[in-house]
């Protein structure tokens, strides 16, 4: 076990500032400065959030899922394996740090059902037992084995709530007609066993994030567009991904926007549009439904997203964490900035690259960051009620 206490920065509360919201701005937000081991970070969040490290020096941390005893498990891309994070005192930073599972190939997402983790690797799905409790898996099944690695290779994988297993997987290539019908799709298994493989949804150049809705159960993902087509085409799209639905790629993107190299005269008939259309070039990554108790009533039941940011933009953008109001599982407002502050807009340099996040069993929220190897929490502390 490592003591990650006395690795952790020393985090300073500072003085308020102004933050530019998606497509509306924000009227105050509570800055953090955060000194961390890839620099200084001033994370803004809405007037009484405050932001803590949960824990620091992981090696490209991706997607989290807590698990039903309370640890965090995190995808540690860089390291490959998954680690397990405790809170033994409850003062919102894990002070130990065990190693669940060695030896994985860039793990990239992990869900929990039923006494096991299912964890995405680039050529498919390993399912992890910790039979006996001592927090390290001793069973190992690599379920499936077979996917496409070229190109796009993070695998996301989730549960219907049905319990059939599905699978996102990303293109070859920036845009192209692919010879493997299981690229740009999201696969679907009749159970978690990873029997009976089919196309569940396609078109979707690259859904890195998948979540189910609490309440309606649809499938949720975050899908990330073309490159080469400027700096705002096409935009990155949010959808509800449905069972046998095309969503256009390569041909069509959003709905409603011909390819200039793949596309044609009614390229886009039928394809279905997205729930919400976001800034090109932002790469929504990890997403999450709010369904703690400890934030304020009106961010109860909404979605947030993670931008990990573009690599290929003029103007830099992404870098934060995004906040979509809901009312039940459809959007209720504006898209708006919840957490930022990674990107300097000045020099154009990211301290930080938001990736995965998870609703804690104390009602904050998780955020990793791939780049500088931190995983944030965002609480609630009170005073201002947003």
Known sequence: MVCLRQ???????CLLGS???????????SLTTLASPGGLSQIRVPPGFAVNLFAADLEGPRFLHFGPEGALYVAERGADRIVRLVDGNGDGVAETRTVFAAGLQRPHSLVYRQGAWYVGVPRGVVRLVDGNGDGVAEVRTLLVDNYPTSGHSTRTVEFLPDGRMVVAIGSSCNVCDESDPRRAAVLVYDGADGR????????LRNAVGLAVHPQSGELWATNNGRDLLGDDLPPEALYIVRDGVDYGWPRCHNGRIVDPDYGFPGACRDVAAPVLDMQAHSAPLGLVFYTGTTFPAAYHGDLFIAFHGSWNRSVPTGYKVVRLPLAGSRPAGALEDFASGWLDPQSGRAAGRPVGLAVGPDGALYVSDDKAGLIYRIRYAGGANP
């Open 7 to 13: 690795i952790l920065p020393v985090i300073v509360l």
């Open 19 to 29: 933050a530019a919201s998606v497509q509306a701005q924000m009227p105050r937000t």
């Open 196 to 203: 009976r493989e089919r196309v569940f949804a396609r078109g």
